[in-house]
Every structure is written in C-alpha cells, then in structure tokens.
C-alpha cells in the first residue's frame, strides 16, 4: 500500500521550514525579539562604492549606495536602493536606518544589520514593518587602491533580508 502524504501536510512542513530559518539564534546586535516576520527575501546586486578624500586627506572607497533586486522563490519582487530603501512591486515601501550590525561570516562579507524602519510609504506588505534585518550576506567589500576622487566601483553581494513588524 502506497501512502501519499496529504497537501495540508506539505503545507505545513513548507511553512515550519520557512519559520525555522526565521528563528535561528541571530546575533543579539541585530536580534529582534518579540517581533514577527512579514516577508523575507533574497537579494542579489552591488555595493556601490565612491573614491572620496578621507578625514586624513587621503583617498579611500567610502560607501555610496546598495542596488539589489529583491528576489522570492525565484522571482523578482521588488528592489532595494540608497536611503537604504526597500520597494515593494506591490508600491509599498521602507527606508531604513541602521541602528546595530555584526560581522559577516569573512572579511569578504558585508556586515549583517538591523535596521529601525524610519519611514513607511505606500500600502502593502511592507506597510506594518517597523525593523529590516540584513543576515546571510555574501560579498560587497570593496578591496584595492582608490587612485581618483570621483571614480565609482561596485562590488557584487547577496544577502537575505528580513521584515519584521512588532508583535
């Protein structure tokens, strides 16, 4: 006798699958207790960076601007941009502040970020979201000389980003 397993059970095996990867233990820099995930989405782009004389004088890369498509089961549904903003397809949006970091998993990682939500806009899925997590990031540091002020270099990244609203 061959059993098939019912959909409701697929369901929820789906759904505990998706929950377990939201609770494992985060740094508690960018922890968010008590609060509830929303959405949860995958990014893939660049960290833009700019050649800028530095508080010494000296040229250095300084941090411009993130440019990422937000991805969910394969597909885009939204993009992430300078503010740091996170744009919904649906219109709905959010411009984050960050307010605690830990380190990624190399030196080759972006930081891992929480970030307080400082203005919503729009309504939609993001609309609830009072904080942004950055977790699971890959790439984005910029390396080598900065020879020219003015000059723009990107440096691929991905990451998994975090909506989270309280209660």
Same mark, same amino acid.
Request: hydrophobic content about 45%.
């Given at each position: 006798?061959?059993?098939?397993?019912?959909?409701?059970?697929?369901? +929820?095996?789906? &759904?505990?699958?998706?929950?377990?990867?939201?609770?494992?233990? +985060?740094?508690?820099?960018?922890?968010?207790?008590?609060?509830?995930?929303?959405?949860?989405?995958?990014?893939?782009?660049?960290?833009?960076?700019?050649?800028? &004389?530095?508080?010494?004088?000296?040229?250095?890369?300084?941090?411009?601007?993130?440019?990422?498509?937000?991805?969910?089961?394969?597909?885009?549904?939204?993009?992430?941009?300078?503010?740091?903003?996170?744009?919904?397809?649906?219109?709905?949006?959010?411009?984050?502040?960050?307010?605690?970091?830990?380190?990624?998993?190399?030196? &080759?990682?972006?930081?891992?970020?929480? +970030?307080?939500?400082?203005?919503?806009?729009?309504?939609?899925?993001?609309?609830?979201?009072?904080?942004?997590?950055?977790?699971?990031?890959?790439?984005?540091?910029?390396?080598? &000389?900065?020879?020219?002020?003015?000059?723009?270099?990107?440096?691929?990244?991905?990451?998994?980003?975090?909506?989270?609203?309280?209660?």
């Amino acid at each position: 006798m061959r059993i098939k397993p019912a959909v409701p059970s697929l369901l +929820l095996l789906a &759904a505990m699958a998706g929950q377990a990867r939201a609770a494992d233990p +985060l740094p508690d820099a960018i922890a968010a207790p008590g609060e509830t995930v929303v959405l949860s989405v995958h990014a893939e782009g660049a960290q833009v960076y700019e050649c800028k &004389a530095g508080a010494d004088g000296k040229l250095a890369w300084a941090f411009r601007e993130p440019i990422a498509t937000l991805l969910s089961e394969g597909k885009t549904i939204g993009r992430h941009y300078a503010g740091p903003t996170w744009e919904h397809a649906d219109g709905s949006a959010v411009v984050g502040k960050a307010i605690g970091n830990a380190p990624g998993a190399t030196a &080759a990682d972006i930081p891992w970020l929480k +970030l307080e939500v400082a203005s919503p806009r729009g309504s939609g899925v993001l609309t609830p979201v009072t904080t942004v997590q950055r977790i699971n990031t890959h790439g984005g540091k910029l390396d080598g &000389a900065c020879e020219k002020a003015g000059e723009f270099k990107s440096a691929p990244y991905a990451a998994d980003y975090v909506f989270l609203k309280k209660g």
